[in-house]
């Protein structure tokens, strides 16, 4: 393997086998995946894996799928520590029936900010899928819910929760790129197609230069595709950063900073996150 590098993005796609998760572990590409509980998401029929068969898979492939719990927002407070005693490393939000902000959800991000459990939301647009396409309460979920501007709130009121937006914030990337700037906790994966984030990313690295603050992630589950697209994506975004920065050209004062900035998008400063996820106990 040429560079750490781990997935912070991952739901489980519905037909996965053992093998197929093999290959990623075999692959030398991949060091470790970030396996989201995700079980609001029916649309197309399909299953990204509730939290027991998270844990199920994971317990397979042991330092190689990280699991993180579903932050049900529609219970009560308790069900963070329920996971964390459960063996969840973090937490992913999704689906809220009111805005994450709502002070109804503040002793959640209490308890995870006590725990040490990140959390990743997703934020920024939500889709409207058809009927029965979301299992929420009346089938929809407001883009007001999931926006950029309730994890501002969340970031000033936590600051020791370590936050994760999804997908770069599609589509107000320069709302997320201002809240990676002014908040230490607040942190943006780039799960998205390529097509729909590529330019925001290296907006975000070269001309915002918070390239500490993004991490690599696929979401490739919501595509339908099969799972050694991973590989292929992270060995893209590895070529792609690396020419940004001209690292061929080796040596240079620039190409040794562009390293380093390489290195913590694809995988290490995932890896501090969960490093400090795990000395919580």
Sequence with gaps: MEMFVVDAHFHLPPNVTDDDLKLLADSGEVAKIWLLSLPTFTHWGLDAGNDDRILKVSEKFPGFLVPFGFLDLTRPASVVDELKARGFVGLKAHTPPKPYGDESYFEHYARAEALRMPVVFHCGHFWQFPEGGLAVEGGYVPTWNTSLYTLDLIAKRFPGLTIIGAHLGWPYFQEAMALALTHSNVYFDVSLPLHMVIQAAKEAIIEKDIGT???????????????????????????????????????TPLAEAGRQIVELVMGRTAERILSGAASSG
Excluded: C, M, N, S
């Design 213 to 251: 603050k993004l991490l690599f992630g696929t979401d490739l589950f919501l595509l339908r595709v099969p799972v050694r697209k991973v590989i292929e994506r992270a060995i893209f975004w590895r070529q792609y950063l690396e020419a940004i920065f001209g690292l061929e050209l080796g040596g």
